[in-house]
């Protein structure tokens, strides 16, 4: 059975999210910058996963594979971190409240293991996500 | 350019003394003219008044404060917006209207050139580019140096050369054109949250006063030889009892005499007098002190003065006042904007209601009018609602309405809730004065033209100046019948040309002109210590660079007019 | 020989840093070294120079191959596409100089469509709020000069705006505050302990989605009132703490970012934080900030509310401008199917918007005008390279306390590349004939 | 009173926008005259009766029209804009701006309505059978003055930044709202049966809520002020009293500091 937790997910900046924006955004380094979820220590015990190991993590919105990394911004027990970029968006909650501006932050996860389950390039995930014809 | 000939009208010119003689003014290459040839199209104006176009001498229309003002007041806009018309962009706002509606509205008035009052230094790329999109009327704007860093440092020590040869310097940088001063040292002391209410406060660490700052500026302003003189927004104001204060700063320029090559008899404009002439000690025995300082303004020939006429209307309230904007707040609770720029100033924003059901507002609105109505010399007192503070610039026509027919005056005398307070606190009521048409042509036109020093360019229609021409469907012959018969023919203009160009035919905007930004380019001796101080404070203590600073690009200011003043003698 | 370029204006966040100096060859053509710069701002210099780089228009196929044509092709596309669309959006604009922003205006006005900027996903919500209740503010020269209390609330200026505390909030040394960092003291709200958080004398580590909560609590401790014992995870002792520290300031700044405009509360977090300056304003001196992402997205709002009268999500559908974030705002409109063609310039919704906003945008006509490979350009139909801005050609912009820089140019671009302003102004003219206006 | 029905038969491809379907445009009118009116899909302008069959007529005022509304107008906005007096009755659900600066008159929407319903509203009655979307008898965008007048009835949920800057006139909701209820509100009165989220009566200068159910997080700046018996839509029972929120700037009356009023059933 796999072991899955829930987390509180945001997602924000981060410099090297905004150095590889810059360095170009079909390169594998944006996968490496933002297509990860930082998480507390604590947490990993709890989902008994090894730290750099790839993860599904899924809200009522969508599904993704990332990178779970352990943070190096804590402790923050509970709350996972995405960087902002497809693979945060592919799950947050694009609910406005009527104000234009959807909740980016303080979206309910889960977390599960997902070890040979490859992390999607930036613009590859959008164009699978969406149905877009790649040849 | 083609030729025109506007025949027949009933043409009022203060500079040339015609009181409504029916006369012919034609118009080539941009010029009025004394003849043109038989192929001039002729615009028939028989029946009709005819003004040279009218001058702003004081508004808050372009720049970071008033866009604030857009910013945050979209209800301002709500069910007021207005779609693209043949030529004409689209437009929106009440009290502040976007730069094309501006444009627009002015022209449409018969307004051909405008004044932005407060350009704050740091930000004049902005005030540029919102002026670039203000179609059809030439601006100019004025920096504002009284609560500046290098002015207060130059003043404590009494250095008027070197306070002069900073004001040419950032009059260059900024492509400004008169010196401008706003409560003097008070938004200083708002970088603290403090203020100077009289003219004797001292400013805090800077150790000087607002009556200092006051005298060096117009010092250095005379030592300049400017267009304009220092123009003046005093201490304390819109607080019951400031026309002392006021009388205070007027004083200070007495003896003073004018040194400009401009046909300028001011050393001190004195704006939107309305709000520096209270009295009483608080809300309650508010009353108007237009008698004391029209007394004194009238006595002293070296002063002009703008009204700054409440309208009765919502608006939007902006000023480099930041001390004022904050107390203001404090009384109405409406929501504050404040922006306090790093060495140079600050501006604050606040709606507000001048509602005739407000004894204090009905008496504002008393006040501002008593004022125009008091002046002995229209040549030197010029209508303005301080746009939008005392209300949007679109009232002008009211306003005229209101100066021009006192029966107009007495409706909305008795339409006031607190009739009885306005009557007792003002002297409204025992004033019969109706301004002539040639008595308004002095205060919109030939007036403040002159105290800008612009009289040998607009403001007038004697041969040689730009042509700048409104036609109004006004004829003086008739009796007034009804006084909102005033307010309609001035709110729409059968024809206006600026600089030999029709924009408006009846009533719409028939070309977007080609507008002028007016700076003035003052060479002064060389001054190191000047540049050495300005590299200093731009390397210690600005978040720019002195290279980013002075770099205005040509096209923020497509189509410059420099008034060029050497004062190296 | 190489030449040194002093003076430049970093193209990257709203701190609009302008002391960068670039090494460029002696023919301009190429750019071979910057200093001065965050390391964001190196890579956006640096990366213009890409040897892969996409340098003229693509069009996408039925079978989802990118044909190459030329500019000419791609202003045809582009200019009948908004000249048919009934509800058509022109996104972005935040990534580009105010002189593109202007002609971009005179096209939505012309075709009658929805414009907006990414304050859409950044400072929206404190647009919002700054209508509400209005926003006590100042440049950030005063902040240098004057504050002693500095307030980051849900932003992270260590990641995000590398150079904000060294050149205006925490070490800089100015007028009044000669003692730098020392004359200081640093407060960060955030629910994570941030780099920016490191380095603050207190961190107040609010639960998420609770600063509203927080920030009312202010509000009653500078009044002395009555607490709970717990506010958003915080002690009331705690707050009352906070709150003393910031009364007894000079000169305070609050800088906010997208961890307030993001979170449950949204505008009303903003609302709230700006209440809480205003308050301190009774006892002292206080001014707020927002921390603008995009170099140039406050200059953007800055040209639409002069224009139209609204800083973003401005629809001029019927013919006239209207304003209602929930109703005229971009992601809004996409998930609701209200929009038919989709004009994406200087910002990248395909990797910043909701998955669910974008999938639409994969199924309408739509053009994407950006110098790099995007999400954007990935799902969009057309795809059309353009100059870097700020880097191949200049334009006016305005920093996050709005004051107006222009940017430099520093190199040229690719031979026959056009920029966003010529590219714009050929669209521009080509819809002029199509809807027969002068 | 006349009759005039609507009944969609062409929907729209994107959204329509029918600011002119309100009894006091139709007032007058025949039913060929009111199928010229106006709409607006996007910026494609025609007329109402392309979309809409229209059949009976509309009396001499607005205060003697009665507009049916049939089929699925759930793509229409604007319905009952700006509307005076007479009766609008909407037999599916609706979208924005619902009643939107209503000044008089009654509306009844058989089904849901989304976001700005009643925004802005003077007086009249809007009764929403189906759920009500965000910002329900709110102010517009800036303005410091939402609903000043009037009833709004929601039989089944509401969204979030109901009542917002709300000054008079009553709310009441008959199942859960959703975060942000009466922010800055400075009069008025909301009753709520079901739950609120959180952020209930956030910088709220005066006015009443009611609340039966429960508050997911009490607002920190709401003090408790003990416990009173209210009768509230006929229903007598105790309710937690709170005053807030004290963080707010508030009035004086007579002295006396007025603040805003929160009841939560015990």
């Not at chain 4, 969609?8 to 379907?21: H, Q």
């Not at chain 4, 000054?167 to 975060?179: A, K, R, S």
Request: glycine residues 10%.
């Amino acid at each position: 059975m796999t072991n899955t937790i829930n987390l509180n997910l945001i997602s924000g900046r981060s410099i090297q999210q905004g150095v590889a924006i810059e360095g170009g955004k079909e390169k594998p380094l944006y996968r490496t910058a933002a297509g990860i979820i930082e998480m507390d220590v604590s947490d990993f015990k709890k989902l008994g996963a090894w730290k750099s190991s790839n993860v599904r993590v899924t809200s009522k919105h969508g599904s993704v594979i990332v990178k779970a990394v352990e943070t190096t911004q804590g402790p923050h027990p509970g709350i996972g971190f995405i960087p902002m970029g497809p693979w945060a968006n592919a799950i947050i909650d694009p609910n406005t409240y009527s104000t234009g501006m959807p909740t980016f932050k303080g979206v309910p996860v889960t977390v599960e293991i997902a070890m040979n389950e490859p992390v999607l390039l930036g613009i590859e995930l959008v164009q699978k996500l969406c149905g877009v014809k790649v040849s | 350019m083609s030729e025109y000939l506007i025949k027949n009208g009933h043409v009022f010119d203060p500079v040339q003394g015609i009181k409504g003689d029916k006369k012919d003014i034609a118009i080539n290459d941009g010029k009025i003219v004394d003849k043109v040839s038989s192929g001039a199209k002729v615009i028939d104006a028989k029946d009709k008044t005819v003004m040279a176009g009218a001058v702003e001498i004081h508004a808050h229309i372009a720049g970071p404060k008033v866009n604030l003002g857009r910013i945050y007041r979209p209800e301002d806009k709500l069910f007021s917006c207005t779609p693209t018309k043949g030529i004409e962009r689209m437009g929106g706002g009440a009290s502040i209207p976007t730069t094309f509606k501006t444009g627009y509205e002015y022209a449409k008035m018969g307004y051909t050139t405008a004044m932005e009052a407060a350009m704050p230094p740091l930000f004049s790329r902005h005030v540029h580019e919102e002026i670039r999109d203000t179609p059809i009327i030439d601006e100019a704007a004025f920096p504002v140096f009284g609560n500046n860093w290098f002015v207060l440092e130059y003043l404590k020590n009494q250095e008027i050369e070197n306070t002069a040869a900073y004001c040419a310097w950032l009059l260059r940088a900024t492509k400004g054109y008169a010196i401008k001063v706003v409560n003097p040292g008070g938004t200083e002391a708002w970088g603290w949250g403090l203020n100077c209410l009289s003219v004797n406060d001292p400013v805090p660490y800077f150790d000087i006063t607002p009556a200092e700052i006051i005298k060096g500026l117009i010092e250095a302003n005379e030592y300049l030889g400017l267009p304009h003189s220092m123009h003046i927004h005093p201490n304390n104001l819109g607080n019951p009892g400031c026309y002392q204060t006021t009388l205070d700063t007027l004083k200070i320029a007495q003896g003073i005499k004018p040194k400009n090559k401009f046909g300028r008899d001011q050393v001190m404009h004195l704006t939107h007098t309305q709000f520096h002439s209270y009295g009483g000690t608080n809300w309650g025995d508010f009353e108007s002190k237009a008698k004391e300082i029209t007394d004194y303004v009238n006595k002293n020939k070296n002063i002009t003065i703008d009204t700054g006429n409440v309208t009765l209307d919502e608006t939007t309230t902006m000023t480099a006042d930041g001390p004022f904007e904050h107390h203001l707040t404090g009384l109405n609770h409406l929501k504050w904007a404040n922006v306090d720029v790093e060495l140079e100033t600050a501006a604050g924003v606040v709606p507000y209601i001048y509602s005739p059901n407000i004894s204090v507002c009905a008496i504002q609105w008393a006040i501002g009018l008593e004022i125009a109505l008091m002046m002995k010399d229209p040549m030197r007192c010029y209508i303005t609602t301080d746009h939008p503070n005392a209300g949007p610039f679109t009232r002008y026509p009211r306003v005229i309405k209101w100066l021009m027919s006192a029966k107009a005056r007495e409706a909305q005398i008795n339409a006031f809730k607190h009739k009885d307070k306005v009557l007792s606190q003002s002297s409204i009521g025992t004033i019969d004065r109706e301004l002539s048409l040639y008595e308004l042509a002095q205060m919109t036109r030939a007036g403040p033209a002159k105290s800008l020093g612009l009289s040998a360019m607009c403001g007038g229609l004697k041969p040689g100046m730009d042509a700048d021409v409104a036609v109004y469907n006004f004829n003086p012959d008739k009796p007034v019948a009804n006084p909102e018969d005033i307010e309609k023919a001035f709110s729409r203009c059968a024809a206006v040309f600026k600089s030999g160009v029709q924009v408006v035919s009846n009533g719409d905007i028939v070309s977007n002109g080609q507008k002028r930004t007016l700076w003035v380019d003052v060479k002064v001796k060389e001054n190191p210590q000047v540049m050495r101080d300005i590299n200093e404070k731009f390397i210690k203590y600005y978040s720019m660079t002195q290279n980013n600073y002075e770099a205005l690009g040509h096209h923020f200011v497509p189509n410059p007019y420099a008034i060029e003043v050497d004062a190296t003698q | 020989m190489t030449k040194t370029i002093t003076d430049v204006i970093c193209p990257f966040c709203g701190t609009l840093c302008d002391d960068l100096e670039v090494v460029v060859s002696d023919d301009g053509k190429h750019l071979l070294e910057v200093y001065n710069s965050c390391v964001i701002g190196t890579e956006k210099f640096l990366h213009s120079q890409a040897k892969d780089r996409i340098t003229r228009p693509r069009l996408r196929q039925d079978d989802g191959s990118w044909k190459e044509i030329s500019y000419d092709e791609a202003v045809e596309y582009s200019a009948q596409m908004l000249a048919k669309a009934k509800k058509p959006m022109m996104f972005g604009w935040s990534s580009t100089n105010c002189e593109a922003q202007s002609v971009g205006n005179e096209i939505a006005e012309i075709s009658k469509a929805c414009c907006d900027n990414t304050a859409a996903t950044c400072h929206g919500t404190s647009l919002i709020a700054v209508q509400d209740i209005g926003l006590p503010s100042c440049t950030l020269g005063e902040i240098k000069n004057r504050a002693d209390r500095i307030i980051f609330w849900g932003c992270n200026p260590a990641h995000a705006h590398p150079r904000h505390m060294s050149r205006y909030s925490i070490f800089p040394r100015g007028f009044f505050t000669g003692k730098g960092q020392m004359s200081r003291k640093l407060i960060v709200v955030d629910p994570r302990v941030t780099d920016t958080a490191k380095m603050a004398d207190v961190h107040l580590q609010v639960e998420q989605g609770k600063d509203y909560e927080l920030l009312d609590a202010l509000r009653v401790a500078f009044k002395g009132e009555w607490l709970p014992d717990v506010v958003a995870g915080i002690p009331s002792e705690k707050i009352r703490e906070a709150a003393d520290l910031m009364k007894s300031g000079r000169f305070g700044i609050i800088f906010f970012g997208m961890g307030v405009t993001q979170s449950l509360g949204k505008n009303h977090n903003i609302d709230e934080a700006i209440a809480v300056t205003k308050d301190l304003n009774e006892y002292t001196k206080f001014s707020i900030m927002p921390m603008r992402g995009h170099y140039n997205v406050t200059g953007s709002g800055e040209v639409f509310a002069w224009q139209f009268g609204f800083p973003y999500s401005v629809d001029l559908t019927r013919g006239f401008a209207r304003y209602n974030p929930g109703d005229t705002s971009t992601i809004d409109l996409l998930i609701r199917g209200e929009l038919d063609a989709m004009f994406t310039i200087g910002s990248d919704p395909g990797a910043h918007f909701p998955i669910s906003a974008v999938k639409p945008i994969a199924n309408m006509p739509s053009v994407c005008v950006d110098p790099h490979l995007t999400p954007t350009s990935g799902v969009s139909k057309l795809h059309v390279p353009v100059a870097f801005n700020g880097v191949e050609c200049g334009g006016n912009c305005y920093r996050m306390d709005n004051v107006p820089i222009d940017c430099r140019k520093v190199v040229e671009p690719p031979e026959g590349m056009l920029t966003d302003e010529q590219f714009l102004i050929k669209v521009r003219d080509r819809l002029k004939q199509l809807k027969g206006v002068a | 009173m006349e009759t005039i029905t609507i009944t969609m038969k062409n929907a729209p491809a994107l959204y329509l926008e029918a600011d002119n379907i309100t009894p006091d445009t139709f007032a007058g009118k025949t039913a060929a005259q009111i199928a010229g009116l106006h709409v607006h899909e996007g910026n494609a302008t025609s007329t109402l009766g392309k979309y809409f069959e229209v059949s009976g007529g509309a009396g001499a005022t607005a205060a003697d029209t009665k507009i049916v509304v049939k089929g699925d107008v759930s793509r229409v906005k604007y319905l009952g804009f700006k509307m005076s007096a007479g009766e609008m009755v909407i037999e599916g659900n609706a979208d924005q701006y619902v009643g939107a600066w209503m000044k008089g008159g009654k509306i009844l929407a058989k089904g849901n309505v989304t976001a700005f319903a009643g925004l802005a509203m003077k007086g009249g009655e809007l009764t929403i059978e189906g759920n009500a979307g965000n910002y329900l008898g709110a102010a517009y965008r800036g303005d410091w003055r939402g609903m000043s007048g009037g009833r709004i009835v929601v039989n089944g949920n509401a969204g979030s930044d109901i009542g917002m800057y709300m000054l008079g006139g009553e709310i009441i909701v008959n199942g859960n709202v959703d975060v942000h209820l009466c922010t800055h509100a400075e009069g008025g009165k909301v009753i709520v049966k079901g739950n609120a989220n959180s952020k209930v009566g956030g910088q709220m200068v005066d006015g009443q809520i009611i609340i039966f159910g429960s508050i997911d997080t009490m607002m920190p700046g709401f003090k408790p002020a003990g416990e009173v018996e209210l009768e509230v839509e006929g229903v007598k029972a105790k309710f937690s009293h709170f005053i807030g929120d004290m963080g707010e700037r508030h009035k004086k009356r007579k002295g006396q500091v007025i603040y805003a009023n929160l009841y939560k059933k015990i």
